[in-house]
């Protein structure tokens, strides 16, 4: 079992930038692939990014692509998002994900066998 904790959300000025947290624990956490997803009102959750324990990095999320950067820190078992310029349209739930493969197999959601309780992201314009 993994368990995932967000942190740093919250309300976030348009042109701005937010810096979310993902805390692991858990017996395997060292060892998943770890990867950030967003859903937006009336939307469906999205892929924004992923990365391996050995810091192999997917960005194949469209939403922020060029935007956004996601860093890991084993050390701490904590991996971190990152998202410059701001828009009304980042205002979402973010939500940490864990696949216990441990390689990246996709964006699908389905792969990913555990998740965070997601963190509210407000953008104030």
């Known amino acids: 079992q993994v368990q995932l904790v967000e942190s740093g959300g919250g309300l976030v000025q348009a042109g701005g930038s937010l810096r979310l947290s993902c805390a692991a624990s858990?017996?395997?956490?060292?060892?998943?692939?770890m990867a950030w997803f967003r859903q937006r009102s009336g939307k469906e959750r999205e892929f924004i990014s992923a990365?391996?324990?050995?810091?192999?990095?997917?960005n194949d999320g469209d939403s922020v692509k060029g935007r956004s950067t996601i860093s890991r820190d084993n050390a701490k078992n904590t991996v971190y998002l990152q998202v410059h310029s701001i828009t009304p349209e980042d205002a979402a739930v973010y939500y940490c994900?864990?696949?216990?493969?441990?390689?990246?197999?996709?964006?699908?959601?389905?792969?990913?066998?555990?998740w965070g309780q997601g963190t509210q992201v407000t953008v104030s314009s």
């Open positions: 994900a864990a696949d216990s493969y441990g390689s990246f197999r996709g964006t699908d959601s389905r792969y990913y066998d555990y």
């Open positions: 858990g017996r395997t956490s060292s060892r998943v692939l």
């Open positions: 990365i391996t324990s050995s810091g192999l990095i997917r």
